[in-house]
T-cell receptor, first 115, second 113 residues
């Protein structure tokens, strides 16, 4: 079964700690994305990557970091510099090539709570 | 500045009737539009899309209409079913280089039996 896996489903951390959220896809998609969703808000783009070893900042990248060492994996680190880290984090992927239209497919999400 | 707006946070309809969800956009460079459905604590699921060369796209009970001059699109669900109760997000992207999707804030649809 092809899809996107995010783990864990729920994550709890103390303030001041960095935490890494996992995202894996076996869809052979080139592009991967990280979004954040807050109550009553739409999805806001944190980082995205079109190819391995390359990634771009989205609209709210401050306090986050990513890596793309493998096509299948796009982990997101929420650092202690992120002022409001508690949120629902969604990973997505797509066959995104410049100039084409496409859909993004989403993982099940990780609920991060920082206290 | 919100480029994609869903001005109705919620909508309630009776089972069997039509649900109409609306979305407005401000960026004239957008030329591909998508609707996603999302249940609580789950990732969004792609529903239907439309490119700017069309004004209507239909898939079963779901139809999306695009009015480019008004920068407005709508999703029609006919007939509505209780299982359609979810949050619906409108999203838009540009052509030829704009890989990012811009999402609206969503409309929560409740279909009452």
């Amino acid at each position: 079964d092809g899809g996107i896996t995010q783990s864990p489903k729920y994550l709890f951390r103390k303030e001041g700690q960095n935490v890494t959220l996992s995202c894996e896809q076996n869809l052979n998609h080139d592009a991967m994305y990280w979004y954040r969703q807050d109550p009553g808000q739409g999805l806001r783009l944190i980082y995205y990557s079109q190819i391995v070893n390359d990634f771009q900042k989205g609209d709210i990248a401050e306090g986050y970091s990513v890596s793309r060492e493998k096509k299948e994996s796009f982990p997101l680190t929420v650092t202690s510099a992120q002022k409001n880290p508690t949120a629902f984090y969604l990973c997505a992927s797509s066959i995104a090539l410049t100039g084409t239209t496409y859909e993004q497919y989403f993982g099940p999400g990780t609920r991060l709570t920082v206290t | 500045d919100q480029q994609v707006k869903q001005n109705s946070p919620s909508l309630s309809v009776q089972e069997g009737r039509i649900s109409i969800l609306n979305c407005d956009y401000t960026n004239s460079m957008f030329d591909y539009f998508l609707w996603y459905k999302k249940y609580p604590a789950e990732g969004p699921t792609f529903l239907i899309s439309i490119s700017s060369i069309k004004d209507k796209n239909e898939d079963g009970r779901f139809t999306v209409f695009l009015n480019k001059s008004a920068k407005h699109l709508s999703l029609h669900i006919v007939p509505s079913q209780p299982g359609d109760s979810a949050v619906y997000f409108c999203a838009a992207s540009g052509w030829g280089g704009s890989e990012k999707l811009v999402f609206g804030k969503g409309t929560k649809l409740t279909v009452n039996p």
